[in-house]
């Protein structure tokens, strides 16, 4: 058998662990997808945590979520966030997104997007994922970003909001951004 074949029947059987009824066997799946796991298992990751009454195996998904380090996943995540099927786990994705270290700068826009449409502590999360980014978007992410935001905040200019504060916070550092 060769070394990929290998892999992928350890990840079958783990995800197979992880979508069981066992939490034991889910718990150790977890921990093995650690370092036996990629990008391809966050969708199953996000089911079990939506169908899991399990506090214990909610917190090591994020935990996993958290710490993965792929630099396939921002792609990814940043299709999970889009999927309304998601939107319960929307505010841990945003989460996994600057604990995880990895590169966003060019899904700055639909970061800003995705802030757009959501609720407070959501654009707060997006706020806090701007804010400690490294390195500087190209400008064409930047002014997609800028658009996207100047767009909603035009409609919304008689609203009056912490959402729309926090939004007008991103905008200062979309245009720091954009000096740099």
């Known amino acids: 058998m060769t070394e990929e074949k290998s892999k992928n029947k350890k990840l079958q059987l783990l995800l197979a662990d992880l979508q069981g009824k066992e939490l034991t066997?889910?718990?150790?799946?977890?921990?093995?997808?650690?370092?036996?796991?990629?990008?391809?298992?966050?969708?199953?990751?996000?089911?079990?945590?939506?169908?899991?009454?399990?506090?214990?195996?909610?917190?090591?998904?994020?935990?996993?979520?958290?710490?993965?380090?792929?630099?396939?996943?921002?792609?990814?995540?940043?299709?999970?966030?889009?999927?309304?099927?998601?939107?319960?786990?929307k505010l841990m994705l945003l989460s996994s997104i600057w604990n995880s270290g990895l590169d966003y700068l060019d899904h700055i826009a639909d970061l800003v997007a995705i802030a757009c449409e959501s609720e407070l502590l959501e654009v707060f999360e997006v706020e806090t994922i701007i804010e400690n980014l490294e390195g500087v978007p190209s400008d064409e992410v930047l002014n997609e970003a800028l658009v996207i935001l100047g767009n909603y905040l035009n409609a919304h200019k008689n609203e009056s909001s912490p959402k729309i504060d926090l939004l007008l916070q991103i905008g200062v550092m979309l245009k720091r951004m954009n000096d740099e």
């Open 25 to 89: 066997k889910q718990l150790e799946a977890v921990e093995s997808l650690r370092s036996h796991g990629d990008e391809t298992t966050i969708e199953a990751l996000l089911d079990t945590w939506a169908a899991t009454k399990s506090e214990e195996l909610k917190f090591e998904i994020e935990d996993l979520l958290n710490t993965i380090k792929f630099t396939t996943v921002p792609k990814q995540i940043m299709t999970f966030l889009h999927n309304p099927k998601y939107a319960a786990q």
